[in-house]
């Protein structure tokens, strides 16, 4: 065991290229975590500040929809009569 962790005189090089390897991975996965969280903040502020477009066919409180305003269906009220 003591000969592969040795790596033959070479353990200096290989354990240290892991730990150098090992470091910058850990470094950019953080910092993409930071990126992210920032652009999100970002599009979230610039979010709030776009106005929002009314939808087509929205109606403003106290309007009746266009269901209120139909006329009633023939037939509807004599569903519970027998022929």
């Known amino acids: 065991m003591t000969d592969w962790i040795a790596m033959g005189g070479y353990a ?40 929002r477009p009314r939808r087509a066919g929205a109606r403003k409180a106290g309007e009746a929809t266009s269901l209120d305003q139909r006329p009633p269906q023939p037939g509807a009220s004599e569903q519970g009569a027998s022929p």
């Open 12 to 51: 200096a090089y290989v354990w240290g290229s892991y730990a150098v390897t090992a470091l910058t991975v850990a470094g950019l996965g953080l910092l993409a975590v930071v990126k992210l969280r920032r652009a999100e903040r970002r599009a979230a502020e610039l979010d709030a500040l776009r106005p």
